[in-house]
């Protein structure tokens, strides 16, 4: 998991997943939401033999197809991100520190995940 500013935009990020995407678990399909459309991104995800299930920006001269019944299970992380934001230290981010943020986060999720 990679923590980032809040104003940082998910193309900016998509250049942090990337380098930390070796490290991760071996992945057949990654769901992103429209945020992420670029042709280098893409690109980096079929060369690492990962299919992209990114719907186009509407923007796009020409719609690129993506897998809508795959895509509709992006649901469950959305429905876990707003179970996190009821934490209001979460929330409302009161930690100055990064770390401290992320360790809420963790604990935040470890306890969401145990209760259910």
């Known amino acids: 998991m990679t923590l980032t500013e809040g104003q940082v935009s998910d193309y900016k990020g998509a250049a942090l ?3 930390a995407i070796d490290a ?4 057949r399909e990654l769901l992103a939401d429209r945020g992420y459309d670029a042709d280098w991104f893409r690109g980096a995800l079929l060369a690492r ?3 992209p299930c990114i719907p186009p920006r509407r923007s796009r001269k020409r719609p690129i197809s ?3 019944n795959l895509y ?3 649901h469950k992380i959305e429905i876990m991100f ?3 934001k009821d934490w209001r230290r979460i929330a409302m981010r009161y930690d100055r520190c990064a770390h ?3 360790s809420a986060l ?3 999720a470890s306890l969401i995940f145990y209760l259910n």
């Open 17 to 19: 997943l990337m380098d």
């Open 24 to 27: 991760l678990p071996e992945a």
């Open 49 to 51: 033999g990962i299919t």
């Open 66 to 68: 993506y897998d809508k």
């Open 72 to 74: 509709k299970q992006r």
């Open 82 to 84: 707003g179970r996190i």
């Open 100 to 102: 401290t943020f992320f």
């Open 106 to 108: 963790c604990l935040a």
